[in-house]
């Protein structure tokens, strides 16, 4: 079974950092890129980075862009990210996840899996 | 930045009705790319729908999604009392990924 697995979370400070990490298990992780989405409280989800397979190509939401960093570990099947310069709007639930797509091109299949984590905490607050 | 625009803010049901979600965007979406999620309070976003018509395995049959370009919709033919929730659609074709703000289905 597919499994993701975050921790890190934790209260701090505002322009703190911290290290949020993202376990894998049950797919063959290098092959797919991963997804940092957050919620905060009483709110919508937040697409908030990703990062290809390879680890090449990174993506951010502009709101966090020079502050967050996404990286992955595909010897050890983890997925990172550095949250640095933090800011009460950055309070929420932060949730690993790949996202599902199913096509094929050529004589080629392409496939991701659904896959979400439970979600690590992530106060900032003095 | 594509945009998604979710209607109606919320909608309030009675089990065995029909109910019709809409999620439309800003710019033209990558139909492979663009999910429908239920999330419950508490709970993680389950996926219903990806690929804009394609169900999420387990996923009832009463939920069908349908729409490409810049109109998509996510219609439950008859609901059932545990289909409450927040219902968000997804485009993750081109970055950045975003979210529509969200559905909030009440079951009478």
């Known amino acids: 079974e597919a499994r993701l697995v975050e921790s890190g979370g934790r209260l701090v400070r505002p322009g703190g950092s911290l290290r949020l990490s993202c376990a894998a298990s049950?797919?063959?992780?290098?092959?797919?890129?991963l997804n940092w989405i957050r919620q905060a409280p009483g709110k919508g989800l937040e697409w908030v980075s990703s990062i290809t397979g390879s680890g090449k190509y990174t993506y951010y939401i502009d709101s966090v862009k020079g502050r967050f960093t996404i990286s992955r570990d595909n010897a050890k099947n983890s997925l990172y990210l550095q949250l640095s310069s933090l800011r009460a709007e950055d309070t929420g639930v932060y949730y690993c996840?790949?996202?599902?797509?199913?096509?094929?091109?050529?004589?080629?299949?392409?496939?991701?899996?659904?896959?979400w984590g439970q979600g690590t905490t992530v106060i900032v607050s003095s | 930045e594509i945009v998604l625009t979710q209607s109606p803010g919320t909608l309030s049901l009675s089990p065995g009705e029909r109910a019709t979600l809409s999620c439309r965007a800003s710019?033209?979406?990558?139909?492979?790319?663009f999910a429908w999620y239920q999330q419950k309070p508490g709970q993680t976003p389950r996926l219903l729908i990806y690929g804009a018509s394609r169900r999420a395995t387990g996923i009832p049959d009463r939920f069908t999604g349908s729409g490409s370009g810049t109109d998509f919709t996510l219609t439950i033919s008859r609901l059932e009392p545990e289909d409450y929730g927040v219902y968000y659609c997804q485009q993750y074709g081109s970055a950045p990924y975003t979210f529509g703000q969200g559905t909030k289905l009440e079951i009478k």
């Open positions: 996840a790949s996202l599902a797509y199913d096509y094929v091109s050529g004589t080629n299949r392409y496939y991701g899996p659904d896959v």
């Open positions: 049950g797919f063959t992780f290098n092959n797919f890129t």
């Open positions: 710019q033209s979406v990558i139909t492979t790319f």
